[in-house]
């Protein structure tokens, strides 16, 4: 493809993939507005995120059968449809039952998009430059925490929170022209590919007895997850411990989404020297060493506003690391079923967000210490995972051949 297609493409897939994303962070400032307008707690409002998280992660197993056995395009334009309906129901709701109700038809709608994106990147670039491929669409996707909480900020002073959801509903209307008339088809449909509940299982029992699959889906998944602990708590920690405005925290909030993107440029430096494990064995014990600080600073009182800013500035620099190379060695071994493995990989990435997030909240104590510890507790976990399954999958690797004779990346 030419660079000009190159760039169209990217740009397409990176703005799917930045669906969720946007969706999350774009309504966090609008959280106390959304609470005295429905007459209930920001500890009812926070449900509506863990409700996205859950059907992201659920909608994610749907999405990759129905991929593989009918292309890439026709279950992208329903799940698009799916979002932008259900968020014109969040942006006209009268209660917060009915606000959970829809952001989790929202997340079944948008989720499309995340598992499409990654598996046209598999069906639309050679194995060997997936990585890079993940690198420059989660530089898109870094952006949005930059865009979306400053947006929704003066969004919400100025219109009211109803606002952010419409414009999320036009938003995805262009994306969803774009993809129609500027992205190629990809796979093509696998009429094999059976949607009955056995066949269906069975793929994905294919994609687990990968081990490469397995230990990379288990440490960026575990990893991952820290930003979602920073999502759930930061808006309390910034605007109820700290006092700061909706739209000054929307700029605290793209200050730190700037981490992410610096590093998804170092990552695409870092690539044309160094393997995508070793990347992610570093980031992992520099981001624990970062954690263990920021715990520690924040029990003993050392940190205020701006210090914790910096060093959580440091910490989330490494997911742009992480993220890319993860998502690029779990894809690796996997042409046939890219489809069911993007949606196995990602649906666990959620779930493990919806429990991050729901940690958070349960150990609230007006205090930066939940999110903070939960945040090095993923970056630790990730670790551990690594560490003990290192030496056992490169053994499985060498003497397993992968299916359709795809190299295994290690």
């Known amino acids: 493809m030419t660079r000009k297609d190159y ?7 990176g703005a799917l993939a930045t ?3 946007f969706s999350i962070d774009m309504y966090l400032p609008g959280f106390p507005a959304i609470a005295k ?3 209930t707690s920001i500890a009812q409002v926070q449900l509506s995120l863990t409700s996205y998280l859950i059907g992201i992660s659920a909608g994610q197993l749907l999405y990759g059968p129905l991929l593989d056995r009918y292309g890439r395009k026709n279950p992208l334009y329903v799940g698009l449809v799916v979002y932008l309906l259900a968020s014109l129901g969040c942006a006209f ?3 917060v039952e009915s606000l959970i109700a829809m952001r989790f038809l929202q997340a079944l709608g948008g989720c499309a998009g995340m598992v499409a994106a990654q598996a046209l990147v598999r069906d639309l670039f050679p194995v060997n430059k997936t990585a890079q491929a993940f690198s420059l669409i989660t530089l898109v996707i870094a952006v949005s925490p930059m865009i979306a909480p400053t947006v929704g900020g003066y969004v919400t002073a100025v219109f009211g929170w109803h606002y952010v959801f419409i414009i999320l509903a036009i938003i995805t209307a262009l994306i969803l022209l774009g993809v129609h008339f500027a992205l190629p088809e990809g796979r093509q449909p696998d009429t094999t590919m059976s949607l009955r509940p056995k066949p269906v299982i069975n793929n994905f029992f294919t994609v687990l007895k990968q081990p490469q699959f397995l230990v990379y889906a288990l440490v960026g998944g575990i990893a991952t997850s820290a930003p979602f602990a920073y999502i759930a708590g930061s808006a309390d920690v910034f605007m109820n411990i700290y006092n700061v405005s909706e739209q000054t925290y929307g700029w605290i909030f793209a200050f730190l989404a700037f981490a992410m993107i610096g590093s998804t440029q170092l990552n695409h430096i870092l ?11 570093f980031t992992l014990f520099y981001q624990t060493a970062i954690g263990i600080l920021l715990v520690a600073g924040t029990w003993y009182g050392w940190f205020g506003m701006y210090s914790l ?5 440091v910490f989330l620099t490494g997911q742009g690391l992480t993220n890319p190379n993860a998502t690029a060695l779990s894809l690796a071994p996997f042409t046939k079923h890219a489809g069911s493995a993007s949606a196995l990989m990602g649906s666990f990435r959620m779930a493990m967000a919806g429990v991050v997030s729901a940690l958070v909240s349960v150990f609230h104590n007006s205090t930066a210490i939940p999110m903070v510890s939960v945040m090095t507790a993923c970056a630790l976990g990730g670790l551990v995972v690594l560490t003990i399954s290192k030496r056992n999958v490169r053994y499985k690797a060498s003497q397993q051949e992968v299916e359709e004779d795809i190299s295994v990346v290690m």
């Open 93 to 95: 709701t009268t209660s």
């Open 19 to 21: 669906i969720s994303p």
């Open 37 to 39: 307008d429905l007459n």
């Open 7 to 13: 760039f169209i493409i990217v740009l397409i897939l």
């Open 271 to 281: 690539l044309k020297k160094f393997k995508s494990q070793q990347i992610i064995n």
């Open 309 to 313: 800013i910096v060093l959580m500035f």
